[in-house]
């Protein structure tokens, strides 16, 4: 069995092996999984929240309609990367400093002491005495939070695209049946959507993939951290020092994306056969560029 | 700005009692023999060695984290953790911004690095230096072009595949790739710029601050403090 | 304060490229310094974005054409060349060609022409003017790509045949009827493709290529303020502005040009515009 206690007495491949199995590659090796983490945990919030603007974009009263129409198009306008860079931050700071006003209400000064941000020791998010995974699981749910809100105007986007698509015969048809509105948008639109949904929201899932190394912006120590962070130079003050390596880390996770998406697309050709079945459909469901 | 990166380890060798304060120790993880993260994925080096030290001595229960070096000032002032003790020197610009303990390690020169051979004049070259570091601000008020990156090691590659024409960074951190690039690199220039190395803190923490100044002192006292800044840096290292 | 305001624009207006004042500001940092230093860093934005969508366009033109071709080997060529730039992402595209272009030897290479003599160095490609626009052209080559195939495939077979009556040459054939339609198509998403590409453009100068004499685009100053400031709350609102003026603007250029190719059929036929968001990096 291969013995890495003394690396510098071993050369080649078993170098290498004890090389790619140290600690600090397995937390890399884990990165992965945050980063499978994320999509998971996105997609279904920016479904959700996709749903709610797509709905309240179609909505008849003015002052439902804006906020949702507005939502979309201000991610529309703005690089995400921006919106990635700006909402944890901005969330953080919000989140402390209305706690500090509920939990601290006895110190009447502004949290903002000349350069600092200060809030009470109680208001604080997360505690200070906190363990280290309440810190990173936090750290995480604003990313998501970020993520989810990008996400969720494209959706929103999508969705109602599906909801205008969904043929006025069916709705007709279910309104001639005596179904109140309410009975017509859940029992008829709500279902029939998703068909027309599914090509849009499967280019949502590809972008999202693509979207996740600007996780590395958020601070998190992602896959895109950790190829940097390992592959850069090292000299004997490690245990394992090696010359510039970056190029094979980033390769590494150039092939781990092209994966990735290549799976995607095999899924998702499949569930395009799957939700077609007896559909009389006017729209091709090969069609590129929604 | 980026949020608290996740994850490193523990220190804290508490020797007080288990209601001691927690304190969060910002490091940068990437500036040997100062901080870096070995491979047992745990930040290791000199101001981690004194940290824990110091934390025992002010009876303070301390956690590492580690963020990276364009934004370890603002996530201190928004209070992600306590401290920074990541190479920091004391300089004025960044005094009006946090505070400053009594300096840890006494102000060591800067050198400029290069390919050995290659005749630089480091008035008129080409460079390498790390955002946000002193010796960035150096560059750009001479005369040189300022190529800046990162992190500490990609200003190195620069050096090495030729897009720098040399570097500029303390000489703690260039004397050890210096010494095992065999021949490869060369130092040509030595400048001292800026102060001793401090712990940087939120200026309203003064409590923290005081409580710092005395654990470093005491140390400064018994002569714990050269002993620890011989073992990383050498014996013909600076003391006190 | 207006004389402060018009000082600011002096001294950075064109900061990011290299004039005006050469030290960025440190302290006492006004909202005019903000709109001026972001302002320039758009410069480069913009650079990025047309350039990378005029050329872009060609290409993406030549490999539609390729992958919708008969002959097995250009197939295949554009389809993994799609599938290799449409399948990662942007970010670590740009890692992964800074990391290959300072491997590359660096040599020059001596191009005399009439007029003038010009120096090729293969250094140049680790410089975000040529080799973040060469990833960012790949890039955009391959999204179009997509968009034009598929509008190529969907082009009425009626007039393709009717060329074939009138006995047309294939490169005729292609420049008088298959080109025009597969435009007409295309365009709405062309449009979103172009919107983004401009979007990506602010992530140059946060992977690897890093930013000489401190000239960077609009994002990386949005970031050197907020981390001067501490405050995060002027500058990304800044740079969200002047992007949804950019934006805006693309859809004003873009929608002109759709008119144009429409302007054959009826009004109930013609394709509107839909502005939506299709792809990001």
Wanted: aromatic share 14%; net charge neutral.
């Amino acid at each position: 069995m291969l013995s890495c206690v003394n690396p510098d007495q071993i050369s080649g491949l078993a170098w290498l092996g004890c090389y790619l199995s140290t600690a600090k590659h397995m937390a890399f090796y884990q990165s992965f999984l945050i980063v499978l983490l994320l999509i998971a945990a996105v997609a279904p919030l920016a479904i959700l929240l996709g749903l709610l603007s797509a709905s309240a974009s179609r909505a008849r009263f003015f002052l439902i309609r804006l906020p949702g129409t507005l939502y979309i198009a201000m991610v529309r306008g703005i690089p995400d990367i921006v919106f990635f860079l700006f909402v944890p931050l901005a969330l953080d700071q919000g989140i402390e400093y209305l706690r500090h006003r509920s939990l601290c209400s006895d110190q009447t000064g502004s949290v903002w002491q000349g350069n600092d941000f200060v809030v009470c020791d109680i208001a604080k998010m997360p505690l200070s005495s906190a363990s280290q995974w309440v810190h990173d699981f936090y750290g995480f749910a604003l990313a998501v939070v970020a993520f989810a809100l990008v996400f969720g105007a494209f959706a929103g986007n999508v969705i109602a695209g599906a909801m205008a698509a969904v043929p006025k015969a069916q709705l007709e048809t279910a309104e001639a049946y005596g179904m109140t509105r309410r009975q017509v948008y859940w029992r008829i639109m709500f279902r029939q959507m998703w068909i027309y949904a599914l090509p849009g929201l499967s280019n949502l899932w590809m972008i999202l993939i693509k979207a996740t190394p600007l996780l590395f912006l958020l601070g998190i120590q992602d896959i895109v951290y950790w190829a940097r962070e390992l592959g850069g130079a090292k000299t004997s003050a490690f245990t394992y020092p090696h010359p510039d390596w970056r190029i094979w880390y980033f390769l590494g996770l150039l092939v781990f994306y092209l994966m990735m998406t290549w799976v995607s697309e095999r899924g998702f050709t499949y569930l395009n056969k799957q939700f077609s079945r007896g559909q009389s459909m006017a729209i091709n469901p090969q069609k590129e560029g929604a | 700005m980026k949020k608290i990166i996740l994850a490193t380890i523990f220190a804290g060798v508490l020797a007080g009692p288990a209601l001691a304060e927690t304190v969060r120790m910002g490091t940068e993880g990437a500036y040997p023999p100062y901080n870096f993260i070995n491979d047992k994925n745990e930040v290791d080096g000199f101001e981690r060695e004194l940290g824990d030290e110091l934390c025992r001595r002010a009876n303070l229960d301390c956690v590492w984290v580690v963020n990276d070096w364009d934004s370890i000032i603002p996530n201190l002032v928004s209070g992600n953790y306590d401290t920074i003790i990541a190479g920091m020197s004391i300089t004025a610009e960044r005094d009006e911004v946090i505070d400053f303990t009594h300096e840890y390690y006494p102000p060591s020169p800067s050198m400029y690095v290069a390919l050995s051979g290659n005749n630089v004049d480091v008035n008129t070259a080409v460079v390498a230096a790390q955002t946000g570091t002193i010796q960035a601000g150096h560059v750009a008020s001479s005369g040189a072009t300022l190529v800046e990156f990162a992190s500490p090691d990609e200003t190195i590659a620069a050096v090495r595949n030729g897009e720098a024409d040399a570097v500029f960074a303390d000489g703690d951190y260039l004397m050890p790739i210096v010494e095992e690039s065999g021949n490869e690199l060369a130092v040509i220039g030595e400048i001292g710029i800026g102060g001793g190395v401090g712990m940087g803190l939120r200026e309203s923490d003064g409590a923290l601050k005081a409580k710092m100044n005395t654990a470093i002192d005491s140390m400064k006292a018994d002569g714990s403090l050269n002993t620890l800044i011989k073992k990383w840096f050498g014996d013909g290292a600076q003391t006190f | 304060m207006s004389a402060s305001c018009l000082a600011s624009f002096q001294d950075y207006g064109l900061r990011a490229i290299g004039y005006g004042q050469r030290i960025l500001p440190k302290s006492d940092i006004t909202l005019c310094d903000q709109f001026a230093l972001i302002g320039s860093g758009l410069i480069w934005n913009v650079f990025f974005g047309v350039l990378a969508v005029c050329l872009g366009y060609w290409f993406a033109m030549a490999l539609a054409v390729g992958k919708a071709s008969e002959r097995g080997i250009y197939r295949r060529f554009s389809s993994g060349f799609i599938f290799l730039f449409r399948g990662s992402p942007l970010f670590i595209q740009f890692f992964f060609a800074y990391e290959l272009f300072v491997l590359l030897p660096k040599v020059g290479v001596t191009l005399d022409l009439w007029i003038a003599v010009i120096d090729l160095e293969t250094r140049w490609l680790t410089r975000a003017w040529l080799g973040a626009l060469l990833v960012l052209i790949c890039n955009t080559t391959a999204y179009s790509a997509e968009i034009f195939y598929g509008a190529l495939r969907a082009s009425p077979r009626g007039e393709i045949e009717a060329a074939n009556a009138y006995g047309m040459t294939p490169w005729q054939m292609f420049w008088k009827v298959q080109w025009p339609n597969m435009m007409r198509l295309a365009w709405p998403s062309y449009t979103n493709e172009a919107i983004f590409l401009f979007h990506a453009t602010t992530l140059v100068f946060f992977s690897g290529f890093p930013a000489w004499r401190q000239s960077g685009d609009a994002l990386y100053y949005a970031n050197y303020f907020a981390d001067k400031t501490f405050n995060p709350f002027v500058p990304y609102p800044i740079i969200a502005f002047y992007f949804i003026v950019l934006t805006l603007l693309i859809i004003l250029i873009f929608g002109l040009v759709n008119r144009r190719l429409n302007r054959h059929l009826p009004d109930a036929r013609r394709s509107r515009l839909m502005i939506r968001p299709n792809l990001i990096r």
